[in-house]
């Protein structure tokens, strides 16, 4: 059933809930996941997005979320020219369908030694789908406090996050774990109902085989 907020969709700097608010909202996704700040985004628009980025400020939403803006921000129609001031190299390119989603991003964001790719969709009300995180397979909706496990591939991993969260009385609402084309490396994808501290983070960051963990905040829609 819907609520009246998916009628109403979010508190948001318009036009669009789709075209603006949800690629806030992806572009925060992104910046989160690098977990550094930004200096650079490569950014493919697809589909309907591609056509419509200049018009519903998709291009300035998108750029605004790398930011770190949230949809309600009034500096999100003037996010190109903080870019700029930033030094934050922005780069767009055009391209048609794309079979996810009519309004479908991908970002190649980078801050310092780190580099981050995402594939996201806008859904509507504001509300997102992430759809690939480094070429692994997702599917992120921003609705939960979420862990990213990067690690290589081995037995037992999903017990040692799961216990770590149980003894930290941490609830997983969902779990996802895909494998790259090799099955020697892996992304762990686990959906939790509160908020998490440093602390579970750094543990589970210290696990032998994870490669990195990083943690995205729900978003407030």
């Known amino acids: 059933m ?13 036009p669009s809930s789709s075209h603006t608010a949800g690629a806030v909202n992806i572009g925060r996704v992104a910046r989160q996941i690098l977990g550094n700040e930004p200096i650079r985004a490569d950014i493919t628009l697809y589909g309907s997005f591609a056509m419509t980025y200049r018009g519903h400020g998709t291009d300035r939403a998108l750029v605004a979320g790398i930011l770190g803006m949230t949809t309600y921000d009034s500096r999100i129609k003037n996010a190109l020219e903080i870019a700029e001031q930033q030094n934050v190299k922005i ?48 599917n992120l909706s921003g609705e939960y406090h979420t862990l990213i496990c ?12 799961s216990a770590i969260l149980a003894s930290e009385n941490v609830n997983i609402a969902f779990m996802r774990v895909s494998r790259n084309e090799n099955r020697d490396r892996a992304l762990m994808i686990v959906q939790v109902d509160q908020p998490l501290t440093e602390e579970v983070v750094s543990k589970l960051n210290k696990l032998e085989a994870i490669a990195h963990v990083k943690y995205l905040r729900k978003i407030e829609f």
């Open 2 to 14: 819907s609520s009246v907020f998916d009628i109403l969709g979010p508190v948001m700097v318009g």
């Open 91 to 138: 780069n767009f390119v055009l391209e048609g369908q794309h079979p996810y989603h009519a309004n479908t991003a991908k970002i190649v964001i980078y801050g310092g030694d780190h580099r981050a790719e995402i594939i996201g969709v806008s859904i509507g009300g504001g509300r997102i789908s992430i759809k690939e995180i480094d070429g692994f397979a997702v």
């Open 150 to 161: 990067s690690y290589d591939e081995q037995l037992g991993m999903v017990a040692q996050v």
